[in-house]
């Protein structure tokens, strides 16, 4: 594996990148490329680009996460798997579900977890909107996060439900964040969510804007959310 990565890595974990977790990343690098030959995980697929534009961009979570432990995390629309996966490289004590209603997308997480021997990880191939209405998962999350799944008032119905009281949202964003957090005040007000903070990213020799969004979880969600299936992109608040 090439040293951008290595040395980038560092930055947000904190710590150089061990022996096993570099041979997890690269193992997870040949079995991307070698699904994404038969099926369309990722439109991403040489070995730089998954480096920097998804293991890379996963990790620069860890900017506005730190100090991770044995925290809940769910990290709906996971594709491929980030940003769940390489969190979990490199903080193996976390309990992580990830929430990818394509099957072939679903079925490539469990590989990859079994594969890297990540223990437990719950892949749920269903929808946003019914996750968020399950006993066992709604109000149960320290962390909700999503990177490129919908306009943040759409995603914020997605995930603050799942929040506990005191859990964050965090939504990887673009050159629109901003914005998009302003469109939010509604969504936010009504699902008991308070803007925290923008953080500007920047990724080796990756010209577009990126941005982590964290709002943190003031009140209950009332039940009427998420509503069901396909309102909120139809709807946004």
């Given at each position: ?28 690098e040949t ?60 903080y193996p ?126 009140a209950a ?17």
């Open positions: 594996m090439t040293n951008p990565f290595i040395t980038e890595s560092q930055k947000y974990s904190g710590t150089p990148l061990t022996e096993q977790q570099q041979k997890a990343f690269e193992l997870y079995e991307l490329m070698s699904w994404n030959e038969k099926f369309n995980l990722t439109a991403i697929r040489d070995a730089e680009g998954i480096r920097i534009k998804h293991f890379l961009d996963s990790l620069t979570c860890l900017q506005v996460m730190k100090p991770l432990r044995n925290e809940r995390i769910i990290d709906v629309g996971t594709g491929a798997g980030f940003p769940g996966i390489p969190l979990k490289i490199i004590g976390l309990k992580l579900t990830l929430v990818e209603s394509v099957g072939k997308k679903a079925g490539f997480c469990k590989h990859i977890i079994e594969t890297l021997h990540l223990g437990t990880v719950d892949v749920l191939t269903l929808r946003a909107e019914e996750v968020g209405r399950l006993p066992n998962h709604r109000a149960q999350y320290d962390w909700a996060i999503a990177r490129a799944v919908a306009s943040l008032p759409i995603l914020a119905e997605y995930l603050v439900p799942l929040l506990k009281i005191g859990g964050r949202m965090l939504a990887q964003k673009g050159e629109s964040a901003h914005a998009e957090a302003q469109a939010s005040e509604n969504a936010f007000k009504l699902l008991g969510v308070e803007l925290q903070t923008i953080e500007k990213i920047t990724l080796p020799g990756v010209v577009d804007e990126r941005y982590l969004v964290v709002a943190k979880k003031m969600t009332p039940a009427l959310y998420p509503r069901t299936v396909g309102i909120p992109s139809k709807k946004p608040l």
